[in-house]
Structure formats: structure tokens, C-alpha cells
């Protein structure tokens, strides 16, 4: 009942023009760099990802297994130009992957092909068939999930980093994927802001299943409590992972709500208090084991004074994942402790 | 982008044989009498409404613009023994109605009667095209929201009996459905639990639009914030319902949620605490006004006592709508104050 990917990954760019139009693409060559074989480009393409340009038989070849439409037109439709160059991958061997709004197998010819050659047409802007309604029910196994004080601030990022560093310290660890590029990047999951409402916690649990007492599924949180637009999808998934440990991003800088001006964010105690609240009644034992703080706008000084100031306030682990560092460290100890 | 369900209604038996299987007929017939002109129902019916048996088109002369079909099968489809009466009907000019599983429309000759006689093919359970995101702008005119410490407590009928209790103040009121029986009761409405994760705000603000500053959307809420499987849910539905009012409901004895023994029902104080603090996210002003309690399991003395007991804890108006009273007056009062 989850989406899967075969991986590694050609990139289709298409006739692209323009490097905002092939954000997935980009996407994915900075994120998950040792999953992208090669891009594949029709001759008007002017955008490249600086990966080898390869046609779809050399990447299959060179190990491929999916080809991933990289890029985004106005409609989130199939161009008509598009059409031979991906009938092409799915004849070499290739799944199709997309995350555009119309489905694969809208397109004839498309649907057809990978009919006829067996190959799977996998839209990971589609939630899979079969979820259940949320039961409620305690499984085993340790579950982390990453929150936050409002959307697109680092969520994913902390929680593939986290994943990284239980992994690194030889804990078996999964990365729980819950949105497009999680998908695409570990291969597996959920689009849980797709799912149809009464099913959000029931996706949060299967998306986190019953495992081994020491074995941790850290879930890509969705949204924010605090998001007038997202909130139910937040609690809904939170509900549903059960979460033994949270951990709550923010930026540093991030006063308002992103696109709602009349909504301020809010104070991190203050989001820590909520989101225990509302964790504790699936989770008794939830505990929030520090901040994952986006410190990205700032230089190196004063990044480093944000975060002290913010840990002796809060008296928890704050650390900026991407820069890493002793107090990262300290964060992933208290999310083991 | 509300459904819109034509009224007075045929209500269509089929061949049931059971009544546990005429559920909605039933439940029309007794919430709603005043639309329900008659019954229609195969020679093998075993089951009546009570309601005259009328032919389509004698229940069209007599007023009726939509058959309901009153009853469920195994499969949640179109039984083909259906088919030749519900095309009577469609030819008779009423349109049809339905809160399937599957959607009308995938019965070809259904389909097509309904194009050539030009009715309306009415799937209640699946939510209409364009919801939008929610915007969390502010709009104007009141909103009440009633809410439960679980699901099936009274939360729909708290929200009929106050629409009517306000109009007969002379409020201009509107009584918004949220679910199957609240939009056949009310001829609108949004399936607010069949809405895509993403949009469950934003379906509850077009729920409820914008209106004059003195009138009041009676929105009927769904699930519970303390119901593991369904508080994205309910609290998606308040976030965009931005309710000035709430009114908590609960039954008296319910001490665990329903199908789920290991989750107990909140208190009353911490249902209306943990509402509130999550209601003025997106309506500072928000207020509890009092409980409507379902006391439908005790007898007038004892319903009498539980209703004055929690009124001197909580000190608020605490009412059984069932009951009515003059304690129901001080809920009534405490609204619109």
C-alpha cells in the first residue's frame, strides 16, 4: 500500500527551457546525487543538470531502472513532444515516473507501451489504492517524526539527516517518505497531502509499520500545526506515527506564516507545548528531543549565535543539520536517548 | 463548488428486505418528514417507510424534484434489478440521488437517460470540482461549529436544532452540512471527510462564505480532535471554519471512544480547553458557549441531574437539544450573545 520506485534514475528534461521548469530535476541531483544515472533531453532543450546525457537504452545499461519526468509545464500534462523519447525508455527497459497532476495512463500511446512491455506508470502525486482508516492501534518499533513551526523550512532535510546519522551509528533506521521528492528519493512512501481526509492517519500508519522494538522509522512530518491551510494534514499524520520523539524545525528570521501575512509564527516553546499536547494522545511517552534550526540565511557567526542563544533559552538541542557539527550530534543522541 | 441536492424528495426502496439496509430512508423520514412526499419500492420490498407508495410521476405532480435512493447493498452499487425504476423516475423529471460507493454515472443506461431527459446525476458522497486551498483570510458574518469529544454523539443534531432555534429568533441563520444525512436534510453541503487531505480548509471556508455581519453559518462538525483516526479532520474543518462559537458535544457515559477501548473521552473542561487554544489560530475571538449534552440513555430525573451537575462544574449552559427546555433557551442565548 505504499508507492515504490525502482531506483537508480534517468532525468527527462524534456524540451525545457528554462531551469525553474526542471526544479524535480535539480531537485534530485542535489538531494540524492548517487541515484541519478544521466538526463535524457529532446534536441530543443537549452537546461541541462551537468549529468551525462544519455539515451534510454545506455542508462538502462548503466544500471537505470526508472526514467523521471524532471520537469513541469503550465497544464502538469504530457506534451504531444514528449511522447517517442519516453516510449523510448519504457521499450529500453525503464519504468515512468511522474508527479504531474494528470495521470500516466491518460495518454494512450503511453499506456499502451507499457502494456505491452510490462513496465509500471507511476504517479507519486497518486496515493495507492487499499489505505485503510486509521486504527489507533500501538505498534512496536520507535517512530521520530519532524514537525514545524510552519511549511518549507527543513522538515525533509532533518529527517534525512537524522535518518543519515542513526544509520552511521549502526541504528537500523528507514526514512518514512511523505511528499514527492521524499518519494523520489528514498523510493518509497506516501503523498500524504493527496489522500482523501478520512484516510490521513490510516496512511500514517501503514506508512510506519509495526517493527522491530529498535528499529526507528524517522516520517518527512507535512505542513504545520500552526498552517491556517495544512494543519489537518499535520495532526492527522501525527496522530497516525505515533511518534515517540518530535522534532521541531524552524528558520531563523521566519516571523510570518509563508504566503499568509496575517499569521504569525509562533514561539518554539510554544510549539513544543502543542505538539506534545496533541502527540500524547496516541503517544503517552512523546517528547520533543530538540530544534532543528534553518540557520541558512545567516554567515557562520552569527548562525552559531542563533543557535546558542535559542539552546540555553529552550534548554535542548538546537543544531542547524546542515552545518552539522558537536551539537547536531548532541540532537541525534537525545532523539536515541 | 457545494453540492446542491433539489428538493422534496421520492424515496427509493428498492428490494430491500431488511430495514437495517433502508438506514438513510429511515433516517430521512424522521429527521426531515416535511421532504419526504413518498416511497417507491420494487413488488419484492418487504420494507416500508410508512410513506405513501407513489409512482415517479406521481410523486413529481405532488412536488418531488429528486429520488433518494433510501437503502444500501452489499457491493455499494447499483443493483441492475434497480435500473428500469430509477430510469422512470429520471424520465418523470425527477433527478437522482445517491450516497454510493460507486458513482451514478458508471451505470451506462443510467448515464444516459440522465443526458437525454437533462437530470442531474447527484453522487453526495463525492465532493464537488475547485475546492481551493485555504486562504485563511478572514470573512465576515458569524460562525458557529459544533464539536465532539467523538464521533456519532449528537454533533449534527446539536447543529439543526440551533439553526432552528435562531431562525425562530428571527436570526437569519444557515445550517452548513458537513456529511451524507446533513446535505439531504439540507439540500447543500460538502462531504467535508471524502475532500483531499490538502483542501479539507479550503473546503470548509467555501462551506461557509463570506456573509452579512449579523448572519450566522450553523456548520456541523465531523469526527473529533481526540479520535485517532479522524482529527485531521475535525481539525482542518475548524481551522477553515474559523468559528466565532463553539459548542462541545458529548454523551453522557461515553467513557471510551467508540471501536477504540484503549482511548478514553476527554473531560469536558480539557475538550473545551484544547478546542479553543486550537480555534484561535484562526479566530481569536473564539468562544465556547456551552455543551449540548445527549442524554438519551437516562431517564427525565436523571437526565435532569446529570445536565445540572455539569452546569455548576463547567459553569456554562449545559442542554440535552433532545429535551429542549429553558436550558436549551440559555444555550441558545449564550451563542448568540
Redesign the interface.
Known amino acids: 500500500m505504499m508507492i515504490k520506485v525502482p531506483q537508480p534514475y534517468l532525468l527527462f528534461l524534456g524540451d525545457v527551457a528554462e531551469a525553474r521548469y526542471a526544479k524535480t530535476a535539480f531537485g534530485l541531483r542535489d538531494w540524492a546525487p548517487q541515484l541519478c544515472i544521466g538526463e535524457l533531453a529532446l534536441p530543443t532543450a537549452t537546461v541541462t543538470t551537468g549529468l551525462p546525457r544519455l539515451k534510454p537504452a545506455q542508462a538502462f545499461a548503466r544500471g537505470a531502472r526508472s526514467v523521471v519526468i524532471g520537469i513541469a509545464n503550465r497544464g502538469g500534462v504530457l506534451a504531444p513532444e514528449w511522447i517517442p523519447a519516453l516510449v523510448e525508455c519504457l521499450e529500453a527497459g525503464l519504468d515512468l515516473v511522474s508527479g504531474m497532476h494528470t495521470r500516466l495512463a491518460q495518454d494512450a500511446e503511453i499506456r499502451v507501451t507499457a502494456q505491452r512491455y510490462g513496465r509500471a506508470l507511476i504517479d507519486i502525486r497518486t496515493p495507492p489504492p487499499g489505505i485503510p ?6 505498534r512496536s518499533g520507535k517512530r521520530l517524526l519532524t514537525v514545524g513551526t510552519d511549511c518549507s523550512l527543513g522538515k525533509k532535510y532533518t529527517a534525512l539527516a537524522l535518518t543519515r546519522a542513526f544509520k552511521r551509528k549502526g541504528v537500523d533506521a528507514d526514512f518514512r517518505a511523505t511528499g514527492q521528492t521524499g518519494i523520489l528519493i528514498s523510493g518509497s512512501g506516501i503523498p ?7 484516510f ?3 496512511a500514517a500508519e501503514i506508512l510506519s509499520p509495526a517493527a522491530p522494538a529498535s528499529h526507528w522509522d524517522v516520517v518527512e512530518g507535512q505542513g504545520s ?2 498552517h ?10 501525527m ?2 506515527t505515533q511518534p515517540d520523539v518530535i522534532v521541531l524545525c524552524h528558520e531563523v528570521g521566519r516571523e510570518r ?1 509563508l504566503g ?1 501575512e ?2 504569525a509564527t509562533p514561539s518554539l516553546a510554544e510549539a513544543i507545548d ?1 505538539h506534545l ?2 502527540a500524547r ?2 503517544n503517552a511517552n512523546a517528547r520533543c528531543a530538540g530544534i532543528s534550526l534553518n540557520t541558512s540565511g545567516l554567515s557562520d557567526a552569527d548562525a552559531q549565535a542563533a543557535l546558542a542563544s535559542q539552546r540555553e533559552w529552550l534548554r535542548l538541542p538546537v543544531a542547524d543539520p546542515i552545518r552539522g557539527g558537536p551539537e547536531f550530534e548532541r540532537l541525534v543522541e537525545a532523539c536515541l536517548a
Open positions: 482508516i486509521g486504527s489507533g492501534e500501538k500524504i497531502d493527496a489522500v482523501v481526509a478520512d490521513i492517519a490510516g500545526l500552526f491556517p491551510s495544512y494543519s489537518g494534514v499535520s495532526l492527522g499524520l496522530h497516525g506564516i499568509l496575517d499569521y502543542l499536547r496533541l494522545r496516541t
